[in-house]
């Protein structure tokens, strides 16, 4: 049976968290994979003013103040194919058009996922615009980090840097019972120590957040990596190859 749609939300007020709420959706996660809305469940229920106090904190950057009066649509900005051709080969861009290609994924993806059952409603409110900018860079996120989209691992992982960068505990509930599972399904800390490394990239990183997403996609990826500060994995490779084995050797 579907899940009761959600209230709209009231901008004016600072949303209360509903843990009851969360973990009904990360028992669902964590069974399906693929059942993406619960994501967008436990960020509702758990980040309280998170969009907002956000968006207070990009209009006191460089370039805050200019990307909130333009209130770009990102969205829309990546689901121009067109335009993510044009970008040439070790760009952001080119890097994200290979992941658009090999996973099927794509920016209206998430966009309708997100809305669904009311969760996402496009609100003309800048703390709703923040909230929906903060969705539709999450591949982007995956393509500077390195985490692949189409693992548990590599979105545990993203979570945890995810909440380093924005301290949305949706987030750090995800990727905490994430590792939670891993731990009892196998025995080993590989994939927590991973997802813990995800966390403290993020924290180190420069705040992503604040970033001009049309000028950052024409940089070549290894650059914009060492000028966002976002260091090499090391954790998450060494539990990719322990899981990799463990697939082989069917444990």
Request: proline share 4%; with cysteine; glycine share 10%.
């Amino acid at each position: 049976m579907a899940s009761p749609a959600l209230d709209p939300i009231d901008w004016t007020k600072t949303p209360k968290r509903e843990w009851g709420t969360a973990l009904r959706a990360l028992v669902r996660l964590l069974r399906n994979a693929d059942d993406t809305i619960q994501v967008f469940r436990i960020m509702r229920a758990l980040n309280g003013d998170i969009a907002g106090r956000n968006y207070r904190r990009l209009l006191k950057t460089p370039n805050g103040g200019r990307l909130a009066y333009q209130r770009l649509e990102l969205a829309e900005r990546l689901s121009d194919r067109d335009w993510i051709d044009s970008f040439p080969a070790g760009t952001v861009a080119a890097a994200y058009r290979d992941f658009l290609d090999r996973t099927g994924y794509s920016a209206q993806g998430l966009v309708e996922l997100s809305t669904a059952e009311g969760i996402g409603a496009q609100a003309e409110h800048p703390h709703a615009w923040f909230g929906r900018r903060e969705r539709d860079v999450h591949d982007i996120w995956h393509i500077l980090t390195g985490y692949q989209a189409d693992e548990p691992l590599g979105e545990a992982c993203l979570a945890a840097f995810s909440y380093g960068q924005t301290k949305g505990l949706g987030w750090v509930f995800i990727a905490g019972g994430a590792a939670l599972k891993s731990l009892r399904i196998t025995g080993k800390t590989s994939f927590a120590r991973a997802v813990i490394e995800g966390y403290r990239r993020g924290k180190r990183a420069k705040w992503l957040s604040a970033e001009d997403y049309e000028q950052l996609l024409a940089e070549p990826l290894d650059q914009a990596r060492k000028r966002l500060g976002i260091v090499p994995t090391l954790a998450y490779d060494k539990a990719q190859a322990e899981l990799r084995e463990m697939r082989k050797t069917g444990i």
